[in-house]
């Protein structure tokens, strides 16, 4: 065989290596970090009790997000996700915007990421003694060398993720074991715990970084062209990764809660290293920051992962130019969608500001939340149980759905009450963008080759 | 010059390897193969019997 020629019939798909761990991997690696940073702003919002009513109120959001998700993408199994669930299931228009969500949260995650390891590696670099140290220089290596690590393939990418995330989990169930939770010795939750300051308003403000504890774990989705198994593999990757999460925030609120001040936590860079450091244990402070910095490397590496595909995807369905939905003959990974999301990357980690940046990724999280609810209820209506096979049914139906939606509303207002400006113009964003689709775009569209799945006519059509 | 400033400049000097690997590979790979075959990927085609394996796979070199 000529390289030069594509032989009839022979074709380069992605390669399907991934099993369940890796798809735990996927999606608690993208969220763990939100543990080690982030979470404990809702303190600050709204006190010790809100961040708890937080990090419940937005675990019972996600659970709905985890299981909504599994039943969907079990049937769905195609890079893209939600992207590819949207097009078979509401159609090209709702699509095209959750295409552009799941880019926009995932790239603004990495940037976010990659501006906390400079910074982390500035912190020691000044701790250590040395004068005029720089973050920039490892902002740019932490994205080039993860952006490399996907080029080269999935399953090592995943592995390391598999590694690092693991690693970053256990310091916390150390960390936990280490503060003696059955006893008073290291914790005074009598005397941190100062009830609601701000009232329910401030619980209400601090639901916006109570989105911090699982952001992302519907990530995994984007596996579903990638495992070997996906009715079996992403179902349970994500049922276990929500737990893991849930078991991992409840626990780093008890932990953090206990030991700081709400004055301090609510302002925390890093809350589970300072929780570390107060135990006044060298080997636990190691832990926690090889933690911090494990967390975070397995974010934006997830976060890397994740936004190519979904380009790549829309590439592929015409969305974009086809050019991006190319795939490496021999790496098998989308390669032109990895290397073009690289300087959109740097220009947000070395220009924009870090909070501005995290707000920008919630709100196109938030985004995506919201249509999933509406894409479930469309999803059971058109396609009822036992019309096509699901590799998981979620329960309660449309129960889930339906607080899914009322907690997104509910957050839309928590995020409006501190970032009303950016909320505006990420709408008018995706307004002008659904516009340019719709008028320019959408003719370029091979309407028939975009539905792949073969499931039968829907119920009404 | 202290020793954290050599690690800036090894960041650096480590980035734009990385970087120029990811684009002269992606260049070489557009040039030696075609386009169409590079773009076959469709979703939801899951027959590993149509698909090329990398060589450690037994796949084509």
Known sequence: ?????????????????????????????????????????????????????????????????????????????????????????????????????????????????????????????????????????????????????????????????????????????????????????????????????????????????????????????????????????????????????????????????????????GQAVTPLFDAARLTNSMPLMVLLFVGTVFSTLASANGCINDASRAWFSMGRDRYLPTWFGAVHPKNRTPYRSIVFLVPVALVFAYFAPLDQVITFSILSGLLGYTYMSLNVILFRRKWPLGMIKRGYIHPFHPLPALVLLLLCSVTYFAVFLGYGTQLIAMLIFFVVASLWFHFHRYQYVRRGDQFTMQWPRPVGY | MNSFQILEYAAWAISAVLGLYMLFDMIRIDRTYDEELLTSSREGDIEDTLVIDPPHQGGHK
């Not at chain 1, 380069?12 to 991934?18: D, H, N, T, Y």
């Not at chain 1, 390891?117 to 004068?131: D, P, S």
């Open chain 1, 1 to 265: 065989m000529s390289q030069t020629t594509a032989v009839h019939g022979e074709k380069i798909s992605l390669l399907r290596v991934l099993g369940p761990a890796h798809v735990w991997a996927l999606g608690v690696g993208i969220v763990l970090v939100g543990e080690y940073m982030g979470w404990n702003f809702a303190v600050g919002k709204g006190g010790m009790i809100a961040a708890l009513i937080a990090c419940w109120v937005a675990g019972l959001l996600y659970t709905c997000v985890a299981m909504i998700d599994s039943e969907v993408t079990s049937t769905v199994a195609a890079a893209g996700g939600q992207y590819a669930q949207a097009k078979h299931i509401v159609g090209p228009l709702m699509a095209f915007n959750v295409g552009l969500y799941l880019v926009f949260a995932y790239t603004m995650l990495e940037a976010a990421n990659a501006i906390t390891l400079g910074y982390l590696v500035q912190t020691v670099g000044t701790m250590a003694g040395f004068a005029d140290v720089h973050d920039k220089p490892f902002i740019v290596l932490t994205i080039m060398f993860l952006a490399w690590l996907n080029y080269r393939g999935v399953y090592a990418t995943l592995t390391v993720n598999l590694i690092l995330t693991a690693i970053a989990f256990v310091a916390i169930l150390i960390l936990f074991a280490a503060v003696k939770p059955w006893s008073n010795e290291l914790l005074n939750h009598q005397a941190m715990l100062n009830g609601l300051p701000y009232g329910w308003l401030g619980v209400i403000a601090s639901l916006h970084f109570g989105l911090w504890y699982y952001l992302g774990i519907e990530g995994t989705c984007q596996a579903a062209e990638e495992v070997r198994s996906p009715a079996r593999s992403l179902p349970l990757g994500t049922m276990t990764g929500i737990m893991t999460l849930l078991i991992a925030a409840t626990m780093t609120w008890y932990v953090c809660s206990g030991l700081m001040p709400w004055e301090y936590l």
